[in-house]
């Protein structure tokens, strides 16, 4: 962190300041380039407040030189995270194909769609139980009987399931039945939530928030590692532009971005960003050549029926060929997508 | 809600539309100008999903003409509500003054504060005892403790108290010990604990989200309105824009807006959303004359060592002379602010 | 400007670098604070392009310590600006009142409105005649036929006249018969107009673009002002958010901002800034208590037959009512408005 | 278009503002759905000003319901335009690649970086012969010199020329020299320079706004083709976000809701987008996969000392690895890219 201070300022005042940031754990250097004094920071900064800063009268800007990250950042741990789940994992060379609809509407619903997925080729089944919906007045999820809903049809085909998690009222019940816990967008900085979450070992699949920087984002990562679990999957899944005619915009910069930043995996949500179904696809592809570790898609056997978020959903037929295509593109980067499958029906 | 259907759909593609759409429970109306068929949905369509009726292969638009909020809507409550919380008032002629420390550091420093404050004229107490912080590894608050301490604070002064609650965990405690639950910014759209704090009867300040519509925001109002709480005070504290030389942009549009669409008080916080003291002012008197009902306000004894947001607070005696200038805007403007008050030790 | 390097870095690359920054015509130092190398740019760095200083490979981050404007830097220039324009002045205790229709529309429109505005004390007639409109078969203005009914409107009442210039080849004629040439926020960046501009002595209102950063408008007055031409206004009018309600976000933290880091002018413009008419006198008021040296209004004798904007203007009637209220305001912030007039018909 | 009036209008209301707009060239329909009164306006409404209606005070709502644009939509031209520039095309089955460096700076540079260039199959040259800088004080390109210089290039290597005009000054200069004229994100709603355009028949390439929608930049090009110059080549470059890592934030969606709502071609810029050399690849490659028509990347032989976006920039061999991958890409997605060819120096 480099401390830029104010011209004219004079020799016992900068001292006063450099002893003042040395009593946080810091140590200080000052230096001078003829018209001005500055003051390098060296040690562990992450817990000073570069705002706070802007406080004392002698600074003019301060500049952090060094990542507020520490867990999350790549610097200090060079190679890929691969988070394990099960026996699947999301971060090697085989993409994560987490596919569903957006809510669990019966059990017969998500059985029989959890079928027709895992014969596509997905490999984690999704569904909501929990909803975070704007209107108080649209369908909340089934809740509890929803997740219930969702084990059967892992008992059923053998699927890893990822449902998001609103409220450190059922983190237990989540840890006992879930495989991954989603933190939707609008939580994304619900630190108390982020926090409960990082006392538990359940892989987690972290939301980039509405209008969240990347640094942000990584941020909420690292409250989680903090805790103590490093399962960490970023997701991508559009941000708030002044577009209307799209739900989101799908910043596909994120995923080298992220991979220079950090070593935590990074899947991408085309769905969600573009909010149309005709769009997943143009998204699901950018997002295997821009180098994801894996693709969260909207699936629905009857989307103009669907409880919610129908017009982004791809029908089961739409999703296998949209995989065919996409295992061909995976396979020309060097990566890899479960082959369709063939389930027997018990 | 309009819907506009896609030219050439066929007679019994509408009727079976219309059909599926007075299921949910609203009456349909057919009506065509020639080119394109139109439905008209009369009844009560908040529950209706505007984006999910895209699924539906036949429509092109949806258009809601009715607002999607009801108990915040000024049409359906033409008078001003005027919140009470003990012996004060929000929403009335007289503003609200809610002036305090960013974060509750110590039972000393609240009361001493606090006694300056009342001095000045304000008549709600603040102070962060949970704190949401980008970083784990900054300041969190002092929790609990800074809650008692907060309650000296007021048995010393006779001042309200207001501060942030983060998490549902503790919902009981703040009940009991804080006279207005503030809900910030980056969780205006945690609808879990926007739903716990709707089954109290605590008045609620709810912050606008860091880029939230109007209409977002006043959705979070209705979700607390929804569960029987109708205590809501809208909180302006800036938005992100592009801008980086501040810290949000002040959106003082917001007032008359939001006094136009809803019956619901709106108070500013200028120093959130300059982020630097010498911002304070314009922000402040922009509220008054745009019609605010309050102004939120960090005063810190000693900025340069405050715990979190020093750079924007302002010392006691900066806030005494703003409280003189507001104090003659608002007559200026027909409303009042509480007199300097005298305030004797025990 | 602090360049950081890369850590690792060799002494024979670091010399190699500060030799070639010193071809640039600055001078180097080179500080280290163990940890890593440091240059510090001193001199003129108004022409070292920060972004391009990334693609040396030894550089990690870049840190303009120095602001890259000049002329309209307060630290270069301490005392407020005042333009004059014929016998009237923008920037000083007098309050510049800019008034008039979207559209000049007829020389009988413009002359009677123009009367009526002077006769509730605006000092300024303005009135577009080029006409940026984002649909080409929208109407475009008059053209050089408006201007003329401008100057026939400024001959009957005396008002000094602003109106939109949008292209170079109308440049000599604007500087005939204009007496303040505005800019329009979607050509802030037109930097080919900006120039053109710099080489007259016309005065300009510079109206802040769509998304623009207070540097970035600063900048383009810069391009102004380099040409010669140092009398320039600066108009925020309102910035894009994602707010949908209202046309724009008026940035009211603008007016003590640019005050802070230029001595220029800075005035609002509450119309198209909230972009209906009801708005309009929250944003005016707004604009004077947080210090701006003037305001730009829309007033048309019959909105809803105006040939464009018209739900943002304010009938002449509207318009003196706030001028009142306005010129209280300002008398309460120690400025002035000019006082209602009585004009005789030739 | 259709408008909601407001509730408890009168019948002779009704039909007083019907009439009015019957006048302004359109039919008008008017249906009720008991509770509210609505107009649909049937025919040619683009000239209608939704926003102008509002002015009215009996209008509640207006929607659009058929899009501003004609020539540009997809709708009236269902076919994919195909652009012919010379020998070459945008818009076919090969993808058009343009690439060069930002400036031209030389002569030697310019013709050398061209040979490079064609060898790894580009088939346009680009470079800045006038540059739009934030700065005035910042290189502002050789102008009329860059021009010939881009002629000597193009006469060694047969590759057409792409260049930014940025002033009307120069329209007959760039018709007489340049093979398609390039519209700056800056100027994309400079409409004088559009109708300037519009009024030859060179090919333009059309870049998008910092912070422009999809509608606003289809209206720009609808400027240009009004004027009877069809050819028109849209170029997403990157829009700006809150995101500061990188310098635009690439919007991959542009590419399949452009092609839906028009038949214009798109082409891709990943240069500009991420504005680092480490991010062009997964930008190029989003948008092959996308469905773009082509890609426009910056290329220098010296990027380090490059005069302008040297960061920015691949050089020549990173872009021969770069077009390898691209070409095997195209072929995948059943598109093509030139050779790598053999350029005999004359």
Request: net charge negative; hydrophobic share 40%; with cysteine.
């Amino acid at each position: 962190m480099i401390i830029v201070l104010k011209q004219g300022i004079k020799a016992n005042e900068v001292k006063e300041l450099a002893a003042k940031l040395e009593s946080q754990g810091v140590t200080v250097s000052h230096f001078t380039d003829i018209k001005r004094d500055f003051l390098g920071l060296i040690g562990d900064t992450s817990g000073i407040d570069a705002h706070q800063l802007h406080a004392f009268s002698e600074v003019e800007q301060v500049i952090r030189v060094e990542d507020p990250y520490k867990r999350a950042n790549r610097k200090f741990h060079p190679e890929n995270s691969i988070i394990k789940i099960g026996d699947e994992t999301i971060g090697g060379t085989k993409l994560g194909i987490i596919a569903g609809p957006c809510s669990v509407e019966s059990e017969e619903q998500i059985v029989t769609i959890a079928k027709q997925l895992k014969q596509a080729g997905a490999n984690f089944l999704r569904g909501g139980a929990f909803k975070p919906r704007t209107s108080p007045y649209s369908f909340q999820g089934l809740e509890l009987e929803g997740l219930k809903m969702l084990q059967v049809a892992k008992a059923e085909t053998g699927m890893p399931i990822v449902t998001e998690l609103m409220s450190t009222k059922w983190v237990d019940q989540f840890v006992d039945s879930v495989d991954i816990i989603q933190i939707g967008a609008r939580n994304m900085q619900n630190f108390d939530l982020l926090k409960e979450i990082g006392r538990t070992n359940t892989p987690v699949l972290l939301k980039r928030g509405l209008s969240a920087t990347y640094k942000e984002w990584l941020m909420s990562a690292e409250y989680i590692m903090a805790g103590g679990n490093e399962n960490v999957i970023l997701c991508e899944r559009g941000i708030r532009t002044f577009e209307t005619e799209t739900r989101n915009t799908l910043d596909i910069q994120a995923v080298p971005v992220i991979k220079e930043l950090s070593h935590l995996p990074i899947i991408i949500d085309p769905s969600h960003a573009g909010g149309m179904s005709y769009l997943v696809e143009a998204g699901a592809k950018s997002g295997i050549v821009a180098g994801a570790d894996g693709l969260m898609i909207e699936v629905h056997n009857d989307p103009a029926n669907a409880w919610s978020d129908g017009e982004q959903c791809l029908t089961p037929d739409e999703f296998a060929r949209l995989m065919e295509k996409a295992r061909k593109l995976a396979e020309f980067e060097g990566r890899s997508i479960d082959e369709a499958a063939t389930i027997l029906t018990k």
